[in-house]
Nanobody, 125 residues
């Protein structure tokens, strides 16, 4: 089992920045990849960014490319999401996710076995 705890959400004005953190505990030694998803009110949970634990290769959804950066700290078993140039449409609950086995498609909700409780990000105009 893997436990994920997000932090760093909050209220920010458009154009501002936030950094989300996701601390993993438990069976973290076998982590294959971690990701951030987001869910706006009344909408489906959608992919934002992913990172492979070995090698650190990253992938981003088009709406966040160039503004968000996902990174990891292996020693701390923590993944981060640096969010810059935030827009009101970035308002959502942000969820951290992890998978311990090889998966081809890292942008799909069903790929991940473990989820955090989510952290609210609100961007005011």
């Amino acid at each position: 089992q893997v436990q994920l705890v997000e932090s760093g959400g909050g209220l920010v004005q458009a154009g501002g920045s936030l950094r989300l953190s996701c601390a993993a505990s438990g069976r973290t030694f076998s982590t294959y990849a971690m990701a951030w998803f987001r869910q706006a009110p009344g909408k489906e949970r959608v992919f934002a960014a992913s990172i492979k634990w070995a090698g650190g290769s990253t992938s981003y959804a088009d709406p966040v490319t160039g503004r968000f950066t996902i990174s990891r700290d292996n020693a701390k078993n923590t993944v981060y999401l640096q969010m810059n140039s935030l827009r009101p449409e970035d308002t959502a609950i942000y969820y951290c996710a992890a998978v311990n086995k090889y998966r081809l498609l890292l942008s799909q909700v069903q790929t991940y076995d473990y989820w955090g409780q989510g952290t609210q990000v609100t961007v005011s105009s």
